[in-house]
């Protein structure tokens, strides 16, 4: 508080989440932190970085807005990477990952397995549209029609390509602040 001004009230002419830059300038803030602190990008992900540090251990960050999932290969590791964040910025440290951008997660460790789970997303999606009790309908077949897998040998690399250029123009394009 400033002395003699405990009363005034702050009047923000546009809030962070307000503005449509905002996006560009929280990713901008963590790129360079990232970077200061020895992080590389992966320049194939644009919302991955990793770090080596010199005792061998790795950590590897993905960034979704202002969500961050970090994984390291060990726990003083993941300790340095916490105390760096805190250091720079306000955060809330929830634990160990169990649902991340609407993906379950779950760690066996006795297996050495993580699983990833959508029931979550589809539930959600299924009930935005209304579709929790829906009515079964026919399908248009002949009754007792047997459905078979194609034979990989038969499908020519022409016809399956076809597809390729819609979804990677949809998923490779890079954002236009950095």
């Not at 990952?97 to 997303?121: C, E, F, N, P, W």
Request: proline share 5%.
């Amino acid at each position: 508080m400033v002395p003699g001004k405990e009363t005034y009230i702050w009047r923000l002419l546009c809030g962070l989440y307000g503005m449509h830059q905002s996006s560009c300038i929280w990713n901008h803030a963590l790129h360079v932190s990232f970077l200061s602190w020895g992080f590389k990008w992966a320049e194939c992900e644009w919302c991955v970085y990793s770090h080596h540090s010199d005792d061998g251990e790795i950590s590897i960050i993905v960034i979704h807005v202002d969500d961050m999932l970090a994984a390291s290969s060990s726990e003083p590791e993941a300790q340095r990477f916490q105390t760096k964040l805190e250091a720079t910025w306000q955060i809330s440290a929830l634990g160990k990952a169990k649902l991340v951008v609407g993906i379950a997660l779950h760690r066996d460790r006795m297996s050495k397995t993580i699983m990833l789970s959508q029931t979550t997303l589809i539930d959600k999606i299924v009930a935005t549209y209304g579709q929790s009790d829906p009515k079964p309908a026919s399908t248009p077949m002949a009754h007792g029609a047997q459905l078979l897998k194609p034979e990989p040998h038969k499908l020519s690399m022409k016809a399956n390509a076809s597809a390729w250029p819609t979804y990677l123009t949809g998923h490779l394009s890079a954002p236009s602040c950095m």
